[in-house]
């Protein structure tokens, strides 16, 4: 059976970020553009109101949000700020390595707290030299005693300033190559370990983006999620669950673009006529919201397939390459419709356009999406 009805809890999460996106983020989202800034006082007021936690399990203290309830809540931030959103919800992707292979102890020790506390974690996998070829990562992780020492440097990674804890990726038998990876929780306070400078980016400029670095960063063994070897399917499962909620994401920030340029054609005279009534803005509009409908469906199964424990793989990369290429095509075609004014940054259709690149990159770029859409399907 099929049916695309949504319950009425979720409507109501939906609605509650719809308000919160539209008289929270959206007052403040230009201001963070520009000035760069990491607006923390909103994220505690999205933590109050249980949009950062959501997503944990109810015997964790969270919501027990399914996969799909968070990316509903994901488009609706996004269609306020993708880089509010981006590091307003990076909390789901730093944990879910610990909700997806972490013991009872390990989650209640180091997801649990997340609920009650307003704090961020970090997904650590990233490296100078480890990008689309996450298997190649260079930080190791020695056994050491009853415990592991830790040296390596990642980067781009989100809120990497402010987490106070950090799921990290590291080779335990470089021998190995991706089999000798291995996953770790490590607190921030932990002697060895900080923080590099922020990075100046191009979008989502209110999400911020830094190194983290290890230097002889000693965790205790009881730190090692799974066993020794399985880090790198860790992160890949830990990517398939989060692809769907930056599609979410793409499709948030893609109806956002999509309702500016529709309210401008309707009011923008030019010919004696809104340019609405012509069939080339006409035809652009019909294909944004035709798009932004597939792009939906997609990012909907995805995380629905997730929610059910299914393996989605294939179609995580589908949801998150189709919304994310699409974002960029739309928010490119609304700057179009803006014309001139769309290129200037006192119109809010550039801003889309220069967030919207991030989410072809990020979490797996758009090229590697097809790399797993093509392994899923004619190699299995
Ligand atoms: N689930 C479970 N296991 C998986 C898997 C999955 N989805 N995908 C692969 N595996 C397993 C394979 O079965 C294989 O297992 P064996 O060792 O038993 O044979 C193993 O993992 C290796 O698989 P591949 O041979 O396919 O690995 P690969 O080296 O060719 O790489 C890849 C595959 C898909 C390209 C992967 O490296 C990848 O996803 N790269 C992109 C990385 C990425 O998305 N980075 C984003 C960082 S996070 C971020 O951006 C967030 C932020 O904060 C900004």
């Not at 939906?14 to 539209?22: G, I, Q, T």
């Not at 309707?266 to 652009?284: C, D, S």
């Not at 469906?297 to 997730?306: E, S």
Request: hydrophobic content about 40%; overall charge neutral; charged content about 25%.
């Amino acid at each position: 059976m099929v049916g695309f009805d949504l319950t009425q809890e979720q409507e109501a999460v939906r609605d509650m970020a719809h308000k919160f996106a539209a008289h929270e983020i959206r007052p403040i989202a230009a201001e963070c553009d520009r000035e760069g800034v990491f607006p923390l006082e909103l994220f505690r007021k999205a933590f109050d109101l249980g949009l950062m936690s959501g997503f944990l399990p109810e015997e964790y203290g969270g919501q027990g949000l399914t996969s799909l309830d968070t990316c509903l809540v994901e488009e609706e931030l996004a269609w306020g700020c993708s880089g509010i959103a981006t590091s307003m919800t990076a909390n789901g992707l730093g944990l879910a390595p610990i909700l997806i292979a972490g013991t009872g102890e390990q989650k209640r020790a180091f997801a649990a707290p997340f609920a009650s506390k307003f704090q961020f974690a970090s997904f650590c996998l990233t490296e100078p030299g480890a990008g689309s070829d996450a298997g190649g990562i260079a930080t190791t992780a020695r056994r050491d005693g009853n415990g592991y020492v830790l040296n390596g440097r990642k980067c781009f990674i989100t809120n990497g300033a402010h987490a106070c804890q950090y799921t990290v990726f590291a080779s335990t038998d470089r021998s190995r190559g991706h089999r000798g990876l291995s996953a770790f929780v490590v607190p921030r306070e932990t002697p060895g370990v900080s923080s590099g400078k922020k990075e100046d980016k191009m979008g989502q400029r209110a999400s911020e983006t830094s190194d983290v670095l290890f230097e002889d960063a000693r965790i205790p063994a009881d730190n090692l999620l799974g066993k020794e070897g399985e880090g790198f399917k860790i992160a890949m499962r830990t990517l398939d669950y989060a692809r769907a909620s930056v599609a979410a994401m793409a499709v948030g920030v893609s109806r956002a673009a999509y309702e500016f340029a529709a309210d401008y054609a309707r009011q923008r005279v030019q010919f004696g006529q809104p340019i609405a009534m012509n069939q080339a803005i006409h035809f652009l509009l019909a294909d944004m919201a035709m798009d932004i409908e597939a792009a939906r469906l997609l990012t909907w199964n995805a995380a629905w397939l997730a929610g059910q424990g299914r393996r989605n793989t294939k179609e995580s990369a589908c949801a998150k390459a189709f919304s994310a290429d699409l974002a960029m095509r739309i928010t490119t075609d609304a700057v179009q419709i803006f014309g001139g004014y769309g290129y200037m940054r006192d119109y809010p259709v550039e801003k889309l356009m220069r967030d919207a690149k991030l989410l072809q990159i990020y979490e797996g770029t758009s090229q590697i999406q097809r790399m797993v859409i093509a392994r899923e399907t004619l190699l299995r």
